[in-house]
């Protein structure tokens, strides 16, 4: 039997987007099918991991920000490798890999799938941009066949906007691979490593530096436990263009000395294993996936309550939410938590067993296989 082409087109950063392709290729069928991914510049550091996993990857100049011309660029070397690779389907992650990936394959009779990740005009926006990127995606939506949602909250949100595929939405709740979270860690030895005290309370998070993430509101609270408690470490566990500003702010802050930011990393399971708590401040959030990956390493969470994040988060039952911006109220949470160990129990068992449950990869990899199956067999 031949095997089914599948083309993954991604402009985003490293980080989540990234990360639920790997997962896809992990868990899918081989047997059936064939992967490539076309990814801007940025996936050059990831080449020999995407060759592991059976992917032929190939990196174009992606831009983030709109540029006509170097866009329009983007979307006729994308073309061209479309053309070249032939695929039975071609899978689109994120708006602006959507945007440039559509229009590339314009006329080109290939089904076309999807995702999001979040919309844009989810965001936080001036009205005017808020309404020219349903526009965008509105028209796009025409040479779309289906649309994959995350999370009741994007699939709320493209009905909102009526924005329609060709043929029919899917939602296909995120998902974790649960493999990773399994081993286990000396996470003394780690907190050694690190330079980081041994009888530290240690507060993490691990986030994209940029504005969606709010990493300013994780400093205001940082900065108000270490005034309480006095014996915190934080750790921001990953990388973004707000990064510079982040560091001076730790400095201003004077938790210098209390806050890591590892930066891009492959380790994130080893740097949640010596977290006390896992938090998430997004302003906007199509599903907030670290969350579940905290309940896998049994982390009990504060998050604020943003986009999709009730579809992986149940307040007061494995986690506690609160309206983006409350700081006092996220930082009491904390107290909370840190000192009540009964209920710190019941949060973490709760979550362990929801994220067991409805958050494991191998049913999201199964689910995009059945879409695949799908669009192929009655294109």
Known sequence: MKKIKILHIAQSEIGGVTEYIKMLLKYMDNNKFEFYL??????????????????????????????????????????????????????LHSSKAGALGRIASIFLNIPVVYNAHGWAFDMNLSKKKKLMYVYVEKILARFTDAIVDISDHEEDSQKKYKIKPKKYTKVIYN???????????????????????????????????????????????????????????????????????????????????????TGWTNEVPKY???????????????FGLVLAEYMAAKKPIVAFNSGGIPNVVKDNYNGLLFDYGDIDSFYEAIIKIKNNGEFREKLISNGYDVVNERFNVERVAKEHEELYLDLVVNV
């Not at 993430?213 to 436990?225: N, V």
């Not at 949640?272 to 199509?286: A, R």
């Open 38 to 91: 076309i990814g801007s510049k940025q996936y050059e550091s990831q080449k020999n991991i995407f060759k592991e996993l059976n992917c032929k990857i190939i990196t174009v100049d992606m831009k983030r920000k709109i540029s006509p011309k170097s866009d329009w660029k983007s979307i006729l070397n994308i073309r061209n490798y479309i053309k070249n690779i032939n695929p039975d389907i071609i899978h």
């Open 175 to 261: 998902g974790i691979d649960l493999e990773r979270y399994n081993m286990k860690y000396d996470i003394q030895k780690i907190k050694q490593k690190l330079n980081i005290p041994s009888n530290a309370f240690v507060v993490g998070m691990v986030a994209r530096i940029s504005e969606q993430k709010s990493p300013e509101s994780f400093l205001k609270i940082a900065s108000k436990l270490q005034e309480k408690l006095g014996n915190c470490y934080f750790i921001l566990v990953g990388d973004g263009d707000l990064r510079s500003k982040i560091e001076n702010l730790v400095d201003k802050c004077g938790l210098k000395n209390n806050f890591l930011i």
């Open 272 to 286: 949640i294993s010596i977290f006390d708590i896992g938090i998430l401040t997004s302003k906007w959030e199509g």
